[in-house]
């Protein structure tokens, strides 16, 4: 996989247009300066959760004796129901009712930013080619990068381009989480196979 592949596999992960709409929600009660303040500072909690799994990832698969094999099938598995929910997302949302109030690390920056499926991702990259660590700090910085963008142009897109145009391009984007999930779940059967026949 190649650095520019991976971050738009995490920038999928992340998620940024099936956000905005949860974000401008959870960011209007406050004030208009006050916003852009905590976005930032969720973004920046999140960038350090996914930094932590990223780079502590492989010692805490090493501590519990997981092979490779079952966090490339595992984290398919995971991406694949990610997918689904952008493709049928329910009526409550992707992670349910959010808190009222502003918001301090949940929901904005886990699980809405760093979920469950990213911890993932990066977790099995650094398990896949942990001699490529370099590449997949710059892959998840320009997937970051991104998502920031987008959320903090959130209002003005959400404007231009309608909830109907967004809800699009996220099933959109659910689509193409699937196909790549598909692709990490047999690439970790087909390697437990190989494995096997080896041994």
Do not use: C
């Not at 970051?144 to 909830?163: D, H, I, N, P, Q």
């Amino acid at each position: 996989m190649t650095t520019l592949s991976a971050a738009l596999l995490l920038f999928l992960i992340l998620d940024p247009l099936g956000n905005i709409p949860v974000f401008l929600g959870l960011l209007k009660p406050l004030p208009a300066a006050r916003r852009r303040v905590v976005l930032a500072r969720e973004l920046l909690i999140a960038l350090v959760v996914l930094f932590a799994f990223l780079w502590g990832g492989k010692y805490v698969l090493e501590a519990m004796h997981l092979r490779q094999e079952s966090v490339s099938i595992a984290g398919g598995i995971v991406l694949f129901l990610i997918g689904l929910k952008m493709i049928f997302p329910s009526a409550e949302g992707m992670f349910g009712e959010v808190p009222d109030g502003e918001p301090f690390i949940v929901p904005m920056a886990i699980p809405l930013v760093a979920g469950p499926s990213g911890m993932a991702a990066v977790m099995l990259l650094a398990a896949q080619e942990p001699d490529r660590m370099g590449d997949w700090s710059l892959a998840l910085t320009l997937a970051w990068l991104g998502t920031a963008a987008l959320l903090f142009s959130a209002t003005y897109l959400y404007k231009v381009l309608g909830m109907r145009v967004l809800t699009a391009v996220e099933r959109l984007m659910g689509m193409l989480l699937v196909a790549i999930s598909v692709q990490m779940l047999l690439d970790g059967v087909a390697a437990y196979l190989r494995a096997g026949l080896a041994g």
